[in-house]
């Protein structure tokens, strides 16, 4: 028997949610495998198939007649155009950690993270309402939750008190085309002016809990080798400007290299030139870019925070964020770079659109049971 299921993702407007939007493609991708179990309909902003025409391709697409940029245009929606179009469904997915008003049908509620309630100044007083409101109140009413990790469910769990059973792990899936065209090297460090033999690579914004200062102790520590650098890959974030001044102060300018936001071919070619892909994050509701790196084949460092450990497992260095625990680190990957290589392409192999799909489905079968 196949289920209908109607997806908003009026919430996903592309290019402006982070992660959250890769991670809800590729479970779409995925589900187009499956089509035998589940008929997918998915609902989304306009402009949205411009942007993602291999979900256009692959599964059946309505724009909605806004671009839902606003959240009152996107809540709006969702409780009349949404609410309208979803009526004949056997189940509802709601892919941005709330849901409308108006939601009739067994009901799906991914929540990504917490970060509002960990990181309350990353949102102003108007959002953080709003989440401390809707993000419970979805958690309570879904017929079943999904989330990227065990520690997303057991903080969903202690947060609102639901029903472990109810909450399905849901992990990501590694984009199929993921380091099959990078760009070369030399490109690269002609483009970016790297010009030390050992690079490292740190692919994150930078908001304060992705903890590139750490990474500056390092090089200005242990690691201050001058042919060592680091490569900062990501958006501008909250502390773009406190980091700014510590590499100043530190005298490290021409050590760290800022390349702001990267196409994914550039993403691929710097991790795949780097000796390691260093991650010192204090906060992951997954952590996708230690998944990439091992299915490139760099070893990643990471820190034991959070997510990290569970999705690195034995593939990777998970350290505890202390200068003395990282101070060799490197001299490991090197002694140790061809067995953390190979473990990181085998565990990475269990991340793709396809088992992410199938975690999906659990979850959509286990609300349509309920």
Request: proline share 6%; glycine share 8%.
């Amino acid at each position: 028997m196949s289920v209908a299921v109607g997806v908003n993702m009026l919430w996903c407007v592309p290019g402006e949610v982070g992660g959250s939007e890769e991670y809800f493609v590729r479970q779409l991708l995925g589900l187009a495998e499956f089509r035998d179990r589940v008929s997918v309909t998915a609902f989304v902003p306009r402009g949205f198939s411009a942007a993602h025409p291999d979900v256009a391709d692959a599964t059946t697409v309505v724009e909605s007649p806004s671009e839902c940029r606003s959240r009152l245009r996107r809540v709006v929606a969702e409780n009349t155009w949404l609410a309208r179009k979803t009526s004949g469904f056997d189940l509802v997915h709601h892919g941005g950690g709330t849901m409308p008003t108006r939601s009739a049908a067994p009901s799906v509620v991914t929540i990504h993270d917490l970060q509002y309630l960990t990181f309350p100044d990353y949102f102003t007083a108007t959002k953080r309402a709003y989440l401390g409101r809707r993000v419970p109140n979805a958690a309570r009413r879904a017929t079943a939750i999904t989330v990227p990790s065990a520690y997303v469910k057991a903080s969903v769990v202690e947060s609102f008190g639901v029903d472990p059973a109810r909450v399905v792990v849901v992990r990501h899936g590694l984009e199929p085309t993921l380091g099959a065209r990078p760009t070369p090297e030399s490109e690269l460090r002609n483009r970016f002016g790297i010009r030390t033999s050992r690079v490292l690579v740190f692919p994150a914004i930078t908001h304060p809990h992705k903890n590139h200062r750490f990474l500056l102790t390092m090089l200005a520590g242990p690691w201050n080798d001058p042919e060592i650098s680091v490569v900062f890959a990501g958006g501008v974030g909250f502390a773009d400007d406190d980091i700014a001044r510590m590499i100043d102060d530190l005298g490290l300018g021409d050590r760290v290299i800022r390349t702001g936001r990267v196409r994914p071919a550039d993403r691929d070619g710097l991790i795949a030139m780097a000796e390691a892909v260093v991650f010192p994050s204090t906060f992951e509701g997954f952590g996708a870019p230690v998944l990439e790196a091992m299915a490139i084949g760099t070893p990643v460092v990471a820190s034991d925070s959070t997510a990290l450990p569970e999705v690195i497992g034995d593939a990777g260095l998970v350290l505890p964020l202390d200068v003395d625990a990282w101070a060799g680190a490197l001299d490991v990957v090197r002694s140790r770079r061809a067995e953390l290589v190979s473990a990181g392409r085998v565990r990475s192999a269990h991340f793709t659109s396809r088992a992410s799909a199938e975690d999906l489905l659990s979850a959509y079968e286990l609300a349509v049971r309920s």
